[in-house]
RNA sequence: GCGCCUGUAGCUCAGUACGGAUAGAGCAAGGGAUUCCUAAUCCCUAGGUCGCAGGUUCGAAUCCUGCCAGGCGCACCA
């Protein structure tokens, strides 16, 4: 459709420019309410309208003079208040849909696109916070890419910071465990380390005292020292390990994993601090509460400065965040190394270096960034932007893309389920939210061994005669779409209350759904080839050679039809519309619409039951359509396709 | 105090970018459909002062102003 419409858009302005001055985006084409008043609407004889002060219905009917006949276009109406409805040649628009399935209309607009997500703190397990990050981030990817974007995705470690320190504490000074002990903790790792992190952050609250060692480790770390960085080592290039198998479990892998210690290492900071200093971006506060603090005078808000170097000489995180933004682009004149960390199949996932390796590739130099980081980062975003600008990067600041969105939170119920305790304070509150110091969380893990083991229970119900391995891999499929779409459905503005029934609900509006409708259709055309040997070349015939007996259909299931093929018909303007809006719900229910209008359609008209070869063939295309866009669209979702289920 | 966000059906949410034709889904509730391509489905019923009050407009859930309610942010934490 968006093909279409571009050249639709194209003839209008021929034909009108002689009379009229319009913009080819003053043209705007959008879709009528209801199907029984057109295919198309345009809206602009309103517009016009008010500049020529006229009646919008007669600027309308002027309008439809000139611009008739339109090649492809069966009816021109003029509605009542002034809209311009068309009713497209059904034949002429379904055939060239069906000819262009496998070339997309959309191309890139970036040289160099870096999506940073995930990020999770390598010091306890992976929870459904994290796990929306990741859908959120890779969707985006896949979104991306599907636009033929050159995408790299990095996820950033941050391997030297306080929690991961906390961690470290809680194996020395609370356990006192070495590395060697540590080493040998048989069980799983991240899950003993979610709750040692818990009972260290309580007892920081009873023995305030304790903070001073707190310090002193995290300087240890960053200073390279030995015990404690050799344990922060370890714990952190293990929970990583721990993160990156939670989420190869729902599709979501990266190119790059930076670390904050090479950060440190590599001396980054000291570098952005020079870039800084030389454009007096930052300067020295000589008195006030900021004293011989290094701070950047925030934009809006008048006198508010923001500490960038504390007192001490250390810098903060917004300031090492400048630094990695800085690099991003290209513009820090300092550059990692590169060493492979993990290797899957015929894909590397890289992490940072700090001291020269053979054979890496490159990576940064983005000409766009978007950081996927939850909405309470909002102002420390800013801050890093406003960074760039005191640099007197604007561009870059300006392709800055801060991808925020709201955090899930418990509903008291999934705190009642879990055993949680909570304070009675919170017992107040409609919700709560997820926190790795209070130990209140869902882990992403158990979330997903719950939906697999719903998953699997369903698919032993209806497929007894199925091998164990081909029914636990149906169930992981399933239980990765039933998340991912969970997490894909809410805007990305919406805190998500999370409830295990509506998160392990399989019926309806749901991952599942989306699954069972494709699986429905996909089992349709396997049944044509098992019962008629109608496959892939036929179809493809079929399609090539133009034959379309529309004029088979009439009443109810013409309308059905064209509905579904219209609407099947706009997947791209979707993708574009979530890739502008940062709002891939609009893209999870657009799978779903559709899925929806298939499964109406199915129950109707039986394909390989239809009352004649005629019925047949252009039911067959008919679905072959949906088939081919749901597929498309799942991809980009990263929902799974099972063979059956 | 300042800034940002949210308020739509019993519940969970779309729809607000760029005002447009009768405000949509799912869940829950009630009723119905399976000799036939998978019932993880479909159909029907019921359910709405779009937080409140003004304003702009031919037209407002959508834009503007004020108010009410809730959330988040405004660290020498990350």
């Known amino acids: 459709m968006l093909r279409y419409k571009n050249s639709l858009r194209k003839k209008l302005h021929d034909k009108l420019k002689v009379k009229h001055s319009l913009s080819l985006e003053d043209l705007e084409i959008g879709y009528p309410p209801q199907a029984k008043f057109g295919d198309l609407a345009l809206t602009f004889p309103f517009e016009l309208a008010k500049k020529m002060k006229a009646e919008p219905r007669k600027v309308a009917q002027e309008i439809v003079q000139l611009i008739s006949p339109l090649e492809g276009v069966e009816k021109i109406e003029v509605a ?70 050159k995408v790299e995705v990095q996820n950033y470690v941050d391997d030297t910071g306080v929690q991961v320190g906390d961690v470290v504490f809680g194996f020395m000074d609370m356990e006192k465990k070495k590395l060697s002990d540590i080493a040998k903790i048989k069980e799983k790792f991240d899950y003993y380390c979610w709750d040692l992190y818990r009972r260290v952050a309580a007892y920081f609250e009873k ?9 002193e480790i995290l300087k240890k ?25 939670t989420m190869d479990r729902i599709g979501v892998s990266y190119d790059l994993l930076p670390c904050e210690s090479d950060i440190l290492g590599l001396k980054f900071w000291e570098k952005a601090f020079s870039l800084l200093k030389a454009q007096k971006a930052v300067y020295l506060a000589s008195s006030g509460p900021n004293q011989d603090c290094w701070v950047m005078e925030t934009e809006d808000e008048g006198q508010k400065e923001k500490v960038i170097v504390r007192s001490d000489g250390t810098v903060t995180y917004v ?54 980081i939850d909405i309470r980062q909002a102002y420390l975003q800013k801050i890093v932007v406003q960074g760039l600008k005191s640099l007197k990067y604007f561009k870059q600041a300006a392709k800055s893309i801060h991808f925020s969105y709201e955090m899930v939170a418990l509903s008291q119920k999934s705190l ?20 790795g110091r209070k130990g209140l969380g869902i882990k992403a893990d158990d979330l997903l061994d719950r939906l697999e ?26 239980s990765c779409g039933a998340l991912r779409y969970f997490m894909l459905k809410y805007a990305r503005n919406s805190i998500i209350v999370f409830d295990f029934d509506e998160a392990l609900n399989f019926e309806g509006e749901t991952g599942p759904y989306l699954q069972y409708t494709l699986v ?48 099947a018909s706009q997947f791209e303007e979707e993708v574009l519309h979530s890739i502008h809006s940062l709002e891939f719900s609009h893209l999870a229910k657009f799978a779903f619409n559709l899925c929806q209008k298939f499964n109406a359609y199915y129950h109707l008209y039986s394909i390989l039951g239809a009352e004649n070869s005629q019925f047949k063939q252009i039911r067959i295309l008919t679905i072959y359509h949906i088939k081919e866009v749901l597929g498309k669209a799942f991809s980009l979702l990263g929902i799974p396709l099972p063979e059956r289920m």
């Open 416 to 435: 009642e389920e879990l055993n949680l305790e909570i304070s009675e304070e919170d017992k107040e509150r409609s919700f709560l939210e997820v926190s």
């Open 520 to 567: 429905r259709l996909n089992s349709i055309f396997r049944k044509l080839e098992e019962r008629e040997s109608f496959g892939e070349k036929d179809l493809q015939d079929l399609i090539s050679s133009g034959e379309i007996p529309l004029e088979m259909l009439s009443g109810e299931e013409l309308t059905r039809f064209w509905d579904l093929v219209l609407y």
């Open 319 to 372: 300031g090492k965040d400048i630094a990695y933004q800085l690099w991003k682009f290209g513009l820090l004149g300092r550059d990692f190394y590169y060493e492979p960390f993990i290797k899957k199949d015929d894909k590397t996932i890289w992490i940072t270096a700090s001291a020269p390796q053979k054979d890496s590739p490159q990576f940064g130099r983005g000409s766009q960034v978007y950081n996927v």
């Open 221 to 245: 770390i960053e200073e390279r020292e030995k015990p404690e960085v050799e344990l922060a080592h370890h714990i952190s290039r293990r929970i990583l390990k721990s993160h990156l198998q």
């Open 453 to 478: 083991e719903k998953a699997l229970a369903e698919v032993e119900k209806r497929n007894p005669e199925f091998t164990e391995s081909q029914k636990t891999s149906i169930a992981r499929q399933i």
């Open 80 to 149: 009542v208040p002034g809209y311009i409805n068309l009713f497209l040649d059904k034949r002429s628009f379904f055939s060239q849909q069906l000819l262009t399935l496998d070339t997309p209309s959309l191309s890139p607009q970036e040289e160099h696109i870096i999506v940073e997500h995930t990020n999770i703190n390598p010091n306890k397990a992976a929870h459904i916070g994290h796990l929306r990050n990741a859908c959120l981030g890779d969707t985006l990817v896949r979104c991306l890419k599907y636009k033929d974007e």
């Open 207 to 215: 023995n305030p005292e304790a903070q001073e060692r707190r310090s």
